[in-house]
């Protein structure tokens, strides 16, 4: 396959700005208009202004020594890699590296304009659709792409006749239904398949299997193992994969009234071992996914309570989420961090309304567990995260869809010993600019933690909200 030549537009390089080394063999061209965003969009502290400020340090290096005649030859884009690019470029694409032969061309000379009249040249997209156009005239014996994640100048560009790409090696999975659910549903088959090297044990009241045989590879650690059989329903949870066998765990069922937690009990299936992850002490990470109206917030709320309050495993709940617009500063008026969060927070509130509703000591008793509940949990704004250990603290991102995977990185990182983070979020509602379901942050951490046994994650799929809400999601 001949090289091709991709011109490259400016929200690629703010979204990702090691896109500059992901294009193996073939070579980039950055018009000047690129750089004159870069350069408009790199003052702040939101990540789009730290990810412009990081392309231009990248270009920076590859031009440093360089002479006008060489930047009109193109620039190696593996000139300064050992140095700059193999650190900075994330886990498991080294070998992305290694293939790095392009060069990297910039924008030396005006086109003449080629644009439809009905396409202004001074608008910056255009411009740039402009460029690629005059490139495809003037360099025929390339394909000329545009990478862009823009939809709307992907469409002008295929109108005006020019090969337009997204831009997709910030992609966690090519499908979204590949996307790890947390269950595996064994067929009709598997126990007369297993059955004959099987073991089982009791240990302190909990039920262990040992099973061998074929399926057991596609398994992952705390993954559950579902079973329908209409005689013998079966609910597991993997507990350990070593080599050809993996032990299981029977799950603890918490739709029984005497197994509530927090006065909280799971109505369905995923529910159930949604509390199972939730209040596993050895499961330091969990992720929950589903549509409005399936419990996430409130599930996890009842387990950090139960564990925080009553158990005494965390010392506080810390719950954030991202504030729209994503990353903007929450402001200087008068107010704590926790008063300029409270709009954002309205799902916490309804939960904590429907967990601490008891009757039995009337309106001074829900006062007293109001102010007890105000000092166990607090708010707190993503934008001040940077550089903090959270030591002992049960941990809640909500909705984590709307953060990158560089964003929710830096959350998690943030853990210290003895705290847990769950992360929530419906990858089918994604407010920020440019994120889609296979490039979210949250998407993200559920494809890269599956196969850490201390993490764990399942889909939530039906909602329990209400008859009318789940009426209403089915035919509106």
């Given amino acids: 396959m001949s090289k091709r030549l991709f011109v ?14 992901r294009f193996q063999e073939h070579d980039i061209f950055v018009p000047m208009m690129v750089l004159e965003e870069l350069d408009n969009n790199k003052k702040g502290r939101t990540e789009v202004a730290r990810n412009a400020r990081q392309a231009s340090r990248f270009l920076d290096e590859l031009l440093f020594g360089a002479s006008h005649e060489e930047i009109e030859q193109g620039l190696p884009l593996n000139a300064h890699l050992d140095a700059l690019a193999q ?8 070998e992305l590296a290694e293939q790095l032969s ?19 040249g001074n608008l910056p997209d255009n411009n740039i659709l402009g460029t690629a156009l005059a490139l495809q005239e003037n360099r025929q014996e390339r394909r000329v792409t545009l990478v862009t994640k823009d939809i709307n100048l992907r469409i002008k560009a295929a109108v005006v006749g020019i090969h337009a790409e997204d831009y997709r090696s910030d992609r966690a999975l090519e499908d979204v239904d590949l996307l790890y659910t947390g269950h595996y549903r064994l067929e009709q088959a598997f126990w007369e398949r297993h059955a004959r090297e099987m073991e089982s044990w009791v240990d302190a009241g909990r039920t262990f299997y040992r099973l061998k045989g074929p399926d057991i590879e596609e398994w992952s650690p705390n993954e559950f193992i579902v079973s329908d059989q209409e005689t013998n329903p079966f609910d597991a949870i993997v507990r350990r994969i070593e080599d050809d066998s993996a032990i299981i765990e029977t799950v603890q069922d918490y739709r029984g009234s005497n197994h509530a937690v927090w006065g909280i009990n799971a109505r369905n299936r995923e529910q159930n071992y949604a509390l199972n992850l939730l209040m596993d002490p050895e499961i330091d990470f969990v992720s929950l996914l589903g549509m409005a109206g399936t419990g996430k917030t409130l599930l996890t709320l009842a387990a950090g ?41 309205g799902a916490l509130m309804d939960n904590l309304e429907v967990l601490t509703n008891t009757e039995a000591g009337g309106e001074w008793g829900r006062q007293a567990t109001n102010d007890l509940l105000s000092k166990r949990i607090k708010i707190r704004s993503v934008n001040f995260m940077r550089g903090r250990t959270f030591l002992n603290r049960y941990i809640i991102i909500d909705e984590a869809q709307n953060l990158t995977s560089k964003q929710l990185k830096t959350l998690i990182t943030r853990a210290g010993p003895g705290t847990k983070v769950i992360c929530l979020g419906n990858i089918a509602q994604i407010d920020t600019p ?17 196969s850490w046994e201390h993490s764990g994650h399942i889909t939530l799929v039906r909602g329990e909200r209400s008859r009318l809400a789940d009426y ?5």
């Fill in 434 to 450: 440019y994120l889609s379901e296979t490039t979210s942050g949250l998407t993200y951490v559920v494809d890269r933690f599956k």
């Fill in 305 to 345: 309570l139960e564990q925080t309050l009553e158990q005494k495993r965390y010392s506080e709940i810390i719950m954030t989420r991202v504030t729209v617009p994503v990353g903007e500063d929450i402001g200087y008026l008068p107010g704590t961090e926790e008063e300029k969060m409270t709009p954002w927070m």
């Fill in 472 to 476: 209403s999601s089915e035919v509106l």
């Fill in 8 to 21: 490259v537009d400016s929200n690629v390089l703010m979204h990702d700005p090691t896109s500059l080394f």
């Fill in 87 to 94: 650190h900075k470029l994330q886990n498991g694409h080294k």
């Fill in 102 to 120: 392009g060069r990297l061309f910039f924008q030396t000379r005006a086109y003449p304009d080629s644009l439809p009249h009905h396409l202004p």
